[in-house]
């Protein structure tokens, strides 16, 4: 029988799940990965540098919360099939498949930091070197286009292997959100970038025993700006809603009537405008792609635009509120502000980049009294006080309360009861535009959000005084 060359036998591995797979960073995208790899039928090793980490994990503890997860990861310990690992020998040698998903943050100009990236790189080379060839290397871990031609084929062929021949490679960019991690990446169309098409091969054959989606193999600098892409439309579509939100102001309009009849028409969809935008990814992407383009004399302004807006929204939510509050003559070292939900969106624990954190700390700089509530969040981040043990507790004696996160309990609490506990002539301001502003208003709130100006109603009223409009 023929001998099978080196791409024949690792994809006979991977095809037969006897390929030894390590996924190095065990974060966000890590972890979920490496278990749903080990759901597949993979022998799979997590390995991260942060021992703590490794050691929680080993005792069937992951240090965010996702639906599912420990689960997981309590399933797949037990049968041995996931082993975390902080010791870089045990978890490097001797492994088929090497996926790297380790952040890629953004340094003060915006230009990615990819030194995680580029030393967990350094060790697979040294780790892959010496032992049997070929390994599949997969980068999942967000880079600018050119990074995979750039910056990594070089290193790979400075330190002497051959792409197509010791080394397979291809850049997979995670497409998942937190809240939704398993879900996604289990069901999720997938993007495949690689510079030569044997290692798509390989690596759409590991991606399909996971995931029921759609997998697309396409060059890899152009996987690279897909995924800029994405995180920048959506950035640009909230911060479009967010611009309608101020115009509404300066016109004395409800932006929520606005975007409701607008999003009638079959080809308008605006998004929710709020406090701004959080998380780990649409803060810095969008600065990833327009530096990508910055040696040519393209300007993407309209996204630079776009991110600048959404930066300022804690800032102007601020000032509103701050302006309602003052406008009652009360004095913000008089008053005190319950806000509801620090996370970056709604029902995850995720605190990263939070808008609404940013809020705070610009309110308690106008001196208002803060009282905070978060039941998902365990540890308070940063600067922040301690959180109230209940939603009563931070809203009882309040003269405006913050929706900071759009949790379901928050979208279900009894508004009449949390209006009793609160200061006379309340506000409500719902920072996520995820309330009916009649159903507030009948609880004896007073409403407010970005677009919608405190005295919308009268001004309404007033129209309808000249029987021009019935409210
Ligand atoms: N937001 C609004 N208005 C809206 C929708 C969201 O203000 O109408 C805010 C949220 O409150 C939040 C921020 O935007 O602060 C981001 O939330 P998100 O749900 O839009 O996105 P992420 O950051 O959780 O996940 C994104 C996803 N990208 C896209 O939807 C294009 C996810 O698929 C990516 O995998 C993820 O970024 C990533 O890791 O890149």
């Known amino acids: 029988m023929r001998e099978l060359n080196g791409h024949e036998s690792l994809l006979s591995k991977i095809q037969g799940k006897r390929a030894k797979i390590v996924v190095l960073g065990q974060g966000y995208i890590g972890l979920p990965l490496a278990l749903l790899l080990s759901k597949a039928g993979y022998s799979v090793t997590g390995y991260d540098v942060n021992k703590e980490l490794i050691k929680d994990l080993r005792k069937g503890k992951a240090k965010f919360s996702e639906p599912d997860v420990e ?8 049968l041995g099939r996931y082993v975390p690992e902080n010791r870089i020998d045990a978890a490097l040698s001797d492994k088929d498949v090497y996926i790297i998903a380790v952040q890629t943050p953004a340094k003060l100009d915006g230009q990615p930091n990819l030194t995680y990236l580029l030393s967990a790189l350094r060790l697979v080379l040294s780790y892959a070197r010496g032992r049997y060839l070929p390994i599949l290397l997969i980068i ?27 080394i397979f490679l291809a ?32 690596a759409a054959n590991l991606y399909s025993s996971f995931t029921k989606g759609d997998i697309k193999i396409t060059h890899a600098r152009t996987a690279e700006l897909v995924k800029l892409v994405e995180n920048s439309y959506r950035d640009v579509n909230i911060a479009f809603a967010n611009a309608i939100a101020l115009a509404c102001e300066a016109l004395n ?9 607008a999003n009638l028409h079959p080809r308008v969809n605006i ?19 327009i530096n990508s383009v910055s040696n040519s004399n393209i300007d993407l302004n309209i996204i630079r635009t776009a991110r600048k807006l959404n930066e300022e929204l804690p800032k102007h939510a601020a000032k509103l509120i701050t302006d309602a509050i003052e406008h009652r003559g009360k004095r913000p070292e008089k008053s005190l502000i319950a806000i509801l939900g620090i996370t ?31 039941p998902l969040v365990g540890e308070t981040p940063g600067d922040i006080d301690e959180l ?33 506990l609160c200061n006379e002539h309340p506000i409500f301001f719902d920072g996520k ?8 208003e009948e609880a004896g709130f007073e409403y407010l959000s970005v677009g919608c100006p405190a005295n919308v109603i009268e001004i309404l009223r007033e129209i309808a005084e000249h029987h021009i409009y019935e409210p």
């Open 71 to 78: 689960n997981l990861l309590q399933e797949y310990l037990s």
């Open 140 to 166: 999942e871990s967000t880079i600018p286009p050119k990074t995979m031609e750039e910056v990594i084929l070089p290193l790979l062929e400075k330190e002497g292997f051959f792409l197509g021949e010791d």
């Open 171 to 202: 850049y997979c960019p995670e497409r998942a959100m937190p809240g939704r991690l398993l879900k996604e990446l289990s069901e999720g169309n997938r993007i495949i970038g690689v510079i030569d098409e044997s290692s798509g091969r390989l």
């Open 253 to 261: 309009i409800d932006v929520d009537e606005v975007r409701a009849l």
């Open 271 to 289: 998004l929710r405008p709020g406090i701004g935008v959080g998380g780990s990814c649409l803060i810095k992407d969008p600065y990833f792609l």
């Open 344 to 374: 970056y969106k709604g029902n995850v624990r995720d605190c990263r980049n939070s808008p609404v954190l940013k809020l705070i700390r610009m309110l308690k700089e106008k001196g208002f009294r803060i009282k905070i509530y978060d």
């Open 388 to 420: 109230c043990k209940s939603l009563e507790e931070a809203v009882r004696g309040s003269d405006c309360i913050v929706i900071g996160a759009e949790h379901s309990m928050f979208l279900k609490m009894d508004l009449n009861g949390i209006r009793g």
């Open 433 to 440: 535009h995820v309330f009916d502003r009649k159903l507030v």
